[in-house]
T-cell receptor, first 117, second 111 residues
Framework: GAVVSQHPSRVICKSGTSVKIECRSLDFQATTMFWYRQFPKQSLMLMATSNEGSKATYEQGVEKDKFLINHASLTLSTLTVTSAHPEDSSFYIC?????????????FGPGTRLLVL | TQLLEQSPQFLSIQEGENLTVYCNSSSVFSSLQWYRQEPGEGPVLLVTVVTGGEVKKLKRLTFQFGDARKDSSLHITAAQPGDTGLYLCAGLTGANSKLTFGKGITLSVRP
């Protein structure tokens, strides 16, 4: 079964509004979660690393004031797209790091489709 | 910047055929993961390979990690339409636990 959930699965909003996406690890604690963006027919692009109890680490070119990340607990990270514009429309996917016997493994959420009108 | 090159980028085959796809890099990874993604969904982990030379089998899928831990291959035996999807490889480095993704291989299996 799914080990990482995302909510909502899809959202449509007006330009200029803010949208919050939640990512939850369901049966394990994740000190580190990741947020990705994926455009049609392209691979996943890492946006930022979300660390529980500290500030997120953003990849080069990703605006931290536009994409606010809060890792509120060991099972929850949120991504808020502030003042969304049509070019922010994309598929946003989170993942959570899980320690296993074979080392770290990232488990991905089902994604959130954002459409900004 | 570490890069993972996946090939071929697109592959369309008939049901029942065998295929091999590749994931290559000039960098060494502590582990490499293969994911399968269907449209509108998140990637689903298929396998993690850690040891150089390691071979892992998942039903009709065989994964191999190169001896130098820089490359990997995925072989599918007797492909089925249900195998259709985007296959992504991703390498994990020790630094920050970040995954580096390849661009993916779009596989289409025709009935």
């Amino acid at each position: 079964g799914a080990v990482v959930s995302q909510h909502p699965s899809r959202v449509i909003c007006k330009s200029g509004t803010s949208v919050k996406i939640e990512c939850r690890s369901l049966d394990f604690q994740a000190t580190t979660m990741f947020w990705y963006r994926q455009f049609p027919k392209q691979s996943l692009m890492l946006m930022a690393t979300s660390n529980e109890g500290s500030k997120a680490t953003y990849e080069q070119g990703v605006e931290k004031d536009k994409f606010l990340i809060n890792h509120a607990s060991l099972t929850l990270s949120t991504l808020t797209v502030t003042s969304a514009h049509p070019e922010d429309s994309s598929f946003y996917i989170c993942s959570a790091n899980r320690d296993t016997l074979r080392g770290e493994t990232q488990y991905f959420g089902p994604g959130t489709r954002l459409l900004v009108l | 910047t570490q890069l993972l090159e996946q090939s071929p980028q697109f592959l369309s085959i008939q049901e029942g055929e065998n295929l091999t796809v590749y994931c290559n890099s000039s960098s060494v990874f502590s582990s490499l993961q293969w994911y399968r993604q269907e449209p509108g969904e998140g990637p689903v982990l298929l396998v993690t390979v850690v040891t150089g030379g390691e071979v892992k089998k998942l039903k009709r899928l065989t994964f191999q990690f190169g001896d130098a831990r820089k490359d990997s291959s995925l072989h599918i035996t007797a492909a089925q339409p249900g195998d259709t999807g985007l296959y992504l490889c991703a390498g994990l480095t020790g630094a920050n636990s970040k995954l580096t993704f390849g661009k993916g291989i779009t596989l289409s299996v025709r009935p």
